[in-house]
């Protein structure tokens, strides 16, 4: 199961093309997002909002490698700088280079396996006292 129209759309949204370069994954290794509040503002003309919908969606729905990293996006919505917008730009990339990719639905008469990509402590910050996220 995979949802090629609506990585297309994705796509089109952020301005890409055939000529965009890839990325091979979603998201730098040792970059954690956070508020950037003196960070520079969006350079380019796209919805932020929107495309952070749909990538949710397709998370959501067939895509659940980019989980970890669209939620670090999400968070940022209402104020977003330069550093979420290049972060939400490779996710779009890493997409252009794995286009096809979705969910095998196999059945087989095996136990139901879950898996959680998850990480909370790692984006704790401590500031004056007050614990913050992000």
């Known amino acids: 199961?995979?949802?090629?129209?609506?990585?297309?759309?994705?796509?089109?949204?952020?301005?890409?093309?055939?000529?965009?370069?890839?990325?091979?994954?979603?998201?730098g290794a040792s970059k954690i997002l956070h508020?950037?509040?003196?960070?520079?503002?969006?350079?380019?003309?796209?919805?932020?909002?929107?495309?952070?919908?749909?990538?949710?969606?397709?998370?959501?729905?067939?895509?659940?490698?980019?989980?970890?990293?669209v939620h670090q996006?999400?968070?940022f919505s209402s104020n977003p700088k330069e550093s979420h917008?290049?972060?939400v730009l490779r996710i779009g990339r890493s997409l252009m280079d794995t286009r096809s990719q979705g969910i095998i639905f196999e059945p087989t008469n095996s136990l139901l396996e879950l898996w959680c990509d998850a990480d909370f402590s790692g984006n704790w910050k401590v500031e004056s006292g007050n614990s913050t996220f992000g």
């Open 73 to 75: 996006c999400t968070r």
């Open 85 to 87: 917008e290049k972060a």
């Open 35 to 69: 508020r950037d509040e003196e960070g520079e503002e969006m350079q380019t003309e796209w919805e932020y909002r929107r495309i952070i919908g749909q990538l949710n969606f397709l998370e959501k729905s067939t895509r659940p490698d980019i989980a970890y990293v």
């Open 1 to 27: 199961m995979s949802q090629l129209y609506l990585i297309d759309q994705i796509l089109n949204g952020l301005g890409f093309n055939e000529r965009t370069k890839v990325k091979k994954t979603p998201a």
